[in-house]
């Protein structure tokens, strides 16, 4: 989601050029590097069987030089600048450092190793040069600037507005001397960027907790316990538990653990794992990254960071983004609040004897859970096997708004054993693209969840969409089932949301197509998918108990129902902490005005009211992947901002007869197909009629006083 969620995002590399396809191979040699041949496989699905480690590296060398000359060709052309000579020249060039970038990338997120990521670290500041020879070339942004807008219609006209957006936004306007700063800057940033993500993983894979016995995990289930003394056997600590650490704050294992101190052990590892002064320390390198973002915006002649990165996004202002968070920061954790007194008295009564701690906070809310709706998550995880939920409830789903089918495909090769494929097929049984999934965790994949390209959609190049939804489920062990908590099956539908915005994608041109959209605009088609995990008729499909192959009984489903806004005020002033925390680093107009990492955090929380004990952020600051890793740097409002945008939608769909085929056929034709080849704000008004409200958000998230 998140792509990339989150989302983590493997295409988050800062090649712009990704999005477009290179012009005829030239050389006499035979290439036989599969990265470097388009693949034969449906789609142009990646030869996963045939594709090493070594291969990349003569791959981007290769890839590399042709795509210089290719730009060398757009910049030196003599004839008179044109749509065809010039912008799509550009657009469809980088055949072989697309492919090779895409399948690199995703593989550095899912399914990493040292090779790998020495291969990042050492390419980082090579294809950040890369991206600036391009976007900083003043030749080729005259001869963009130069074309005459009146002549464009459609996409041509999108797609030229697009470009010369993004070389102003790189600084093609710019001095010499000051691109050359530029350069550097970029050049730095791309190297720590790759060196914090590389940096996560060791602290994500060095903080798993270890427990010398059964009797601390009192509490999890069988299946639970038998996976972490797996893991402990595999870390070369046989007869011991070891529990592993999701990127999040909050632990899974938090809601069940019986033995308090097992719980703070966890949560400490969780929060602390960046900051430990070892190899896995984060904070020195996301200051420098902080330090650097704010040197390119003043260079860019902005205020800060956010102020330079938000020009092309529907809030175009962090003011406008703040706004939107404020309004229902008071709200949130008032309800936070209240939320943490009806824990208290739990506590209390329970005669527990101490203060409401963040780790004691999942735990016990499923005992208020269970007292004020009768509703547990031990009697509701059995009806949410993964593969189950994945067939008959997100596939159903999709059958059911959009009429797609799926098929597995064992024919073609997949990166790792987990993973597999499918093919997906529209409503009138016509083959539209390649999925591929891959659910369970493991030590050299990203934490998170997520969906990314392999090959992006175009008509101009009759490409066909193959994308992966990629998770972090655990992996079921000696024959028990991957049972998932509900939170859990909502991110299944969310990350597939995101499948559907790629699947329908129905551009002429990668750049414009499926998600390639503003942050703050993307999660919104995915977030609306959401709420098909709560449809009546898609849920009962689904929720069918893995040891008595019933189904969910509605009396369940009503407790389900009533408790839907339950623990809110918690959920949305986590998510706002972190949104505000990327917004406080990013909104800095002044070097000095940087503090060491714990300090800053610390002081931004309490200027905006949420320091709440109780409630850490969703992501501490040093392993925030989203903004130091990812693409998400003064962008993680924008899962609130889409939140904001899909409850205005989802309201309209209730409204109009709820998750049906007709609302998706409607949602597919003005959201899902259109990309970024129109005015996104033109297109959501034309969907719900009206500009967005806060008021729905508030709603529909149980903010509202009295609810």
């Given at each position: ?259 308090r101190s097992s719980r703070e052990k966890v949560y400490k590892a969780s929060w602390m794992r960046a900051e430990k002064s070892d190899s896995g320390d984060t904070r020195e390198i996301l200051e420098k990254l902080a330090r650097l973002r704010l040197q ?412």
């Open positions: 989601m998140n792509l990339f969620s989150s989302i983590v995002m493997a295409a988050t590399v800062t090649l712009t050029v990704h999005n477009g396809l290179a012009l005829a191979q030239t050389g006499v040699a035979k290439i036989t590097n599969p990265l470097l041949i388009r693949s034969s496989l449906q789609y142009q699905a990646p030869p996963f069987n045939l594709i090493k480690d070594e291969h990349f590296k003569p791959a981007f060398q290769r890839a590399l030089k042709m795509h210089d000359a290719e730009i060398d060709h757009i910049a030196n052309n003599t004839a008179p600048a044109s749509f065809q000579n010039t912008v799509l020249a550009l657009e469809i060039s980088g055949m072989d450092l697309n492919r090779a970038s895409l399948v690199f990338y995703n593989l550095t997120s899912a399914n990493t190793n040292p090779v790998l990521q020495k291969i990042e670290e050492e390419y980082a500041p090579i294809f950040s040069a890369h991206n600036d020879k391009i976007y900083l070339n003043d030749k080729i942004y005259k001869r963009i600037k130069s074309l005459d807008m009146k002549t464009l219609t459609g996409e041509d006209k999108r797609l030229t507005e697009y470009y010369l957006q993004q070389f102003e936004l790189a600084g093609a306007n710019l001095s010499a001397a000051d691109k050359e700063k530029m350069k550097a800057i970029n050049e730095e940033l791309a190297t720590l960027g790759t060196l914090f993500a590389n940096k996560l993983l060791i602290a994500r894979k060095n903080g798993a907790v270890l427990f010398a016995s059964e009797t601390e995990l009192d509490g999890l289930s069988a299946a639970e316990i038998a996976s972490a003394k797996e893991n402990a056997k595999q870390a070369g600590h046989n007869g011991q538990y070891l529990i592993s650490l999701i990127n999040t704050t909050q632990q899974p294992v938090l809601q069940s653990l019986k033995n390119k915006a003043k260079l860019m002649g902005k205020k800060s960071f956010a102020e330079w990165r938000l020009q092309d996004q529907m809030a175009k202002l962090p003011a406008n983004a703040m706004d939107v968070l404020a309004k229902i920061a008071a709200p949130a954790v008032a309800k936070a609040r209240t939320e943490a007194k009806e824990i208290q008295d739990l506590i209390d009564a329970q005669k527990g004897g101490f203060k409401l701690e963040p780790w004691d906070w999942n735990f016990y809310s499923e005992q208020v859970r269970k007292a004020k709706y009768d509703l547990d998550e031990s009697q509701i995880k059995p009806y949410f096997e993964v593969t189950t939920v994945l067939e008959k409830g997100v596939f159903f789903a999709a059958k059911q708004m959009y009429g797609l089918t799926f098929k597995v495909r064992n024919d073609l090769p997949v990166y790792h054993p987990d993973v597999v494929a499918y093919e997906v097929f529209d409503k009138d049984g016509s083959s539209i693209a390649i999925y591929y999934l891959d659910f369970y965790t493991r030590d050299n994949k990203s934490g998170g969840a997520w969906m990314n390209n392999y090959v992006n959609q175009s008509h101009y190049l009759n490409q066909k969409p193959v994308i992966v939804n990629v998770f972090n489920f655990a992996k079921p062990t000696q024959g028990n089932p991957s049972l998932i908590s509900f939170d859990d099956v909502t991110t299944m539908f969310h990350e597939f949301g995101h499948s559907l915005h790629g699947l329908f994608a129905n551009q002429q041109y990668t750049t414009l197509s499926g998600t390639a959209v503003p942050r703050d605009y993307v999660e919104f088609p995915s977030q609306i998918n959401e709420h098909a995990a709560m449809d009546p008729v898609i849920l009962k499909n689904y929720a069918i108990h893995y040891q008595t192959k019933k189904v969910i009984p509605q009396e369940l489903l009503d407790k389900i129902k009533k408790a839907e806004t339950f623990n809110k005020g918690y959920e949305v002033t986590e998510l706002l902490a972190a949104a505000t925390l990327d917004m406080a680093w990013h909104s800095v107009e002044n070097e000095a005005d940087f503090k060491p990492t714990l300090q800053f955090e610390k002081e931004a929380l309490q200027k905006y009211g949420l320091l709440v004990n109780e409630v850490p952020t969703r992501y501490h600051t040093p392993y925030f992947a989203h903004i130091w890793g990812g693409g998400y740097s003064a962008g993680y409002y924008a899962y609130t901002w889409s939140k904001v945008l899909d409850y205005n939608a989802f309201d309209w769909i209730q409204e109009h007869g709820g998750m049906t085929m007709a609302n998706g056929d409607r949602f597919r034709k003005t959201i899902l197909s259109v990309g970024n080849s129109v005015d996104l704000n033109e297109a959501f008004k034309e969907f719900i009629g009206h500009e967005m409200k806060i008021e729905p958000y508030l709603k529909n998230a149980g903010l509202v006083e009295g609810q």
